[in-house]
């Protein structure tokens, strides 16, 4: 596998995706670097329909473009319309020039506390210029105080509603690594120190998994994680919405796109973030598997938080909010995320001379 190849690929593993389930796999020749969404990476209800999967894809992908570009590469991305899949086009003269992409590496998510502090007109301004609307896709950004109480009550909310459902709290819980040191970078799900929770938060956390809905409710576990939640987004300078236009698969690949490319910016502009993506998923679970599952958060009280969206945003009204991030300054955080091997399926590029050799052997 030559070097530019190699780069693209490193590259894309650095995405970001939901819960570190990394759903992505590689196909690669001289010429081309194939990325395949994974379905068995992640068949949680949190990822109906592999919704979240594609944007995770679209990051990936974005990461591979930004590499490109980085080495002056003439590359031709194409999204497969049915979601499946997205290939990076190359070709053998294509060698890497560039050091690694600083801020795209050291991107990550930070669940700590931020401290509020109000973002400059200067990089407002920056951030805008660096996270262009793409097919579609654009990313709003949200710096008042009053919309950040508003979200904060929504998300507190949502959250009461998805963890106060047994099945899909264990969808959260089971990514968590308990099993391994609090710190330790894990390949594959979260650290509990990347939860960036309290002791009584966190005990409260891992008991939830095995308790019976009747019990986390009675018990306070969701006042005192929802408590949590509003902390959280209060404490942050702003907010960065990601808008779609529908639930196109294709046009998911290109919410991680704007994503991913706003997360950089904010990297690059010493910012830090964290999805918060509680009503998005929501929304999602209800347009792909509610009404097949009763055992799920209510619709109706789904489609009662939906409707608030237009208060927060009001571009909302037209158009999908796909992905909320939460912004802000805070320390590094306690611990960050590591990377699985690689999933690379390697193959060489037949030639019309190499065919026919083959014929006539």
Known sequence: MNTAIKALIE??????????????RFEADDEQVTMHLDPSRDPSHMNAGQRMARIACGAALENMRRTALRNSWKNAASIDPTGKSAAVQLNESHALQSAADIPMFKRSTNRRMYNGMAVSEFVRRRLV???????GIRAIWLWD????????????KAFSLFYGCRETRQAILGNVRFDRPHTEEVEEGLSTGSLELNKMEGAAFKFAGKAPDWA??????????????????????GLCIVLAPGFLPADDWRVGQVMQRAWVALTEQGLTAQPMMTVPVLENMQVECAASNPAL????????????????????ANERVAFVLRVGYAPEPTSRTGRRSADIKTRRKVTQNAELEAANA
């Open 145 to 156: 105080r009053k919309t950040l109480d508003a979200f904060a009550q929504l998300e507190a």
């Open 216 to 237: 986390v409710r009675g018990l306070g576990i969701l006042s005192v994680m929802s408590a949590h939640v509003k902390k959280l987004v209060r404490s942050s300078s």
């Open 129 to 135: 210029s660096s996270v262009p609307a793409q097919d």
């Open 11 to 24: 590259a894309a593993q650095r995405a970001p995706s939901g819960d570190n389930t990394q759903p992505w």
């Open 297 to 316: 958060p209510d619709q109706q009280k789904v489609a009662k938080l939906l409707a608030e969206w237009p208060k927060i945003c009001p571009e909302a």
